[in-house]
């Protein structure tokens, strides 16, 4: 038996040695094969890795300038933003200055329409200046008619006071009122009477009104307002100014005489021009009280 396996041994030996040196060759051979091709490769890799590398440089260069650009794109973004506000605001401004226009518009036809009026009524002035002529002659001839009836009311408002003081006794004569007495007093009490009639013995003041007193006396004796005062010289009670020329003529022949030095007041003494006589103021006679006419208020 172990005869039988020493033989064997060696030839297996001798197998593996020939199988490992195979393979041993086959791993010289491979590698000398591989080697280069595996150096190859990984060189190729070497490369593609650098140029992998610069591509994603790149790529992140080009990331900085997307974000350069969205930050730029962004203030773009409000830049129009703002001019698309602007714009709006212009198109309001448009709008605005549209309505002003079409306001203005209506105006200018309103203005227009106005002024073919006024070129109308200009047509029409002097057809007016006539009328209007014609309208001033007639309130100038109304006007006349106006003054015209105001004296008239005037005369009928002097009839009715010149009627009113006749029916109370008195005669009317160029702006004066008379009143001839029909009772006889001394020429102070005479005074006195007039006074409360709102008058004075009579003045006179002219050759007419002494014809109309001596006539309305009729031959009768009245007294009169001429006096003398304690120096002796002559005046009008009712303070007319005494006109002592101009009365020589109204005197009585040989009047004033002054009888008895006492003979202070005067009268007339009959129906004529020269009727005045001095005598004593204590004497009761008729007399003669005047006031002016005023014309009381319409
Ligand atoms: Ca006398």
Redesign the pocket.
């Known amino acids: 038996m172990g005869s039988s396996l020493v033989p064997r041994k060696p030839c297996s030996v001798r197998a593996a040695v020939i199988i490992l040196t195979l393979v041993l060759l086959a791993s010289v051979l491979l590698q000398a094969i591989l080697y280069p091709w595996f150096m190859s490769t990984l060189s190729d890799v070497k490369t593609n890795a650098q140029l992998l590398e610069g591509r994603v440089d790149n790529i992140s260069t080009l990331s900085s300038e997307i974000k350069r650009n969205r930050g730029s794109m962004e203030a773009a973004g409000i830049q129009v933003q703002m001019v698309n506000a602007s714009l709006d605001h212009v198109h309001s401004q448009i709008q605005k200055l549209e309505t002003g226009m079409k306001e203005a518009d209506a105006h200018i036809q309103m203005l227009t329409r106005s002024w073919e009026e006024v070129y109308n009524l200009n047509a029409q002035i002097p057809e007016l200046k006539i009328d209007l002529d014609k309208a001033s002659a007639l309130n100038a001839k109304v006007r006349g008619l106006q003054n015209s009836l105001e004296n008239i009311n005037k005369l009928l408002k002097q009839q009715s006071d010149i009627l009113q003081a006749v029916s109370q006794g008195w005669k009317y004569f160029r702006g004066n009122f008379y009143y001839f007495s029909r009772v006889s007093k001394t020429w102070y009490s005479a005074q006195q009477f007039c006074m409360s009639r709102n008058s004075h013995l009579t003045s006179v003041t002219s050759e007419s009104e002494q014809e109309f007193l001596y006539r309305t006396a009729g031959g009768l004796f009245y007294w009169i307002g001429l006096t003398k005062g304690s120096e002796g010289v002559w005046h009008w009670v009712d303070d007319t100014p005494f006109n002592k020329v101009q009365s020589v003529k109204f005197w009585a022949p040989?009047?004033?005489?002054?009888?008895g030095n006492n003979?202070h007041c005067v009268h007339i003494t009959m129906s004529s021009l020269q009727s005045w006589?001095?005598?004593s103021c204590d004497k009761q006679y008729l007399f003669i009280c005047k006031r002016p006419y005023v014309p009381s208020e319409l």
């Open positions: 040989g009047e004033p005489n002054n009888t003979e006589n001095d005598i």
